[in-house]
């Protein structure tokens, strides 16, 4: 089984923030700051750096396994916009290979265990952002998030 555990971070937490009309890129990037920790039982990789953009990293995870679709063999690479690293997800057969640049840690998992971690992860952050930032749920960008995933079909 796939997981993807993530924490929002209250060091980088914005006080009087109007999250009814916050624009697209504040939400993508700024406002939603944390860690991730993606796993299996047999192996994870620890991203514990509080300043990922959760949501920017939630819908790009799902453009990756959108562009994981119809393909048997690709790679498509994940870079962390305050640094050099980068995760590495590589899809032979019906098997997702995660790894990274900066570390010897890797994740093999089935195409569909990649999928419901995914799909698990992105409705816990945005049922999470919903229910902790008042105003959210009414913010068009928010509501496009939430769109997205019922796009996109295993």
Do not use: H
């Not at 796939?2 to 924490?7: A, I, K, L, P, T």
């Not at 700051?33 to 991203?47: A, E, N, P, V």
């Not at 959210?136 to 295993?154: H, L, M, P, T």
């Amino acid at each position: 089984m796939f997981e993807v555990n993530y924490s929002i971070s209250d060091t980088y937490r914005q006080q009087d923030v109007d999250y009814k009309s916050a624009d697209d890129m504040s939400l993508r990037y700024s406002l939603f700051l944390g860690s991730l920790l993606l796993r299996t039982d047999d192996s994870k990789i620890d991203l514990d750096w509080e300043w990922i953009p959760l949501l920017d990293f939630a819908s790009c995870f799902l453009s990756i396994y959108v562009n994981l679709l119809g393909k048997t063999d690709y790679r498509q690479q994940f870079e962390f916009t305050e640094s050099d690293g980068t995760l590495l997800i590589d899809r032979k057969g019906e098997k997702v290979k995660i790894s990274t640049s900066f570390s010897n840690e890797e994740i093999n998992i089935s195409l569909d265990e990649f999928w419901q971690g995914l799909n698990r992860f992105y409705l816990d952050l945005l049922a999470s952002v919903k229910e902790d930032y008042p105003g959210i749920e009414q913010n068009s960008n928010f509501i496009r998030y939430r769109k997205a995933i019922g796009n996109v079909s295993a």
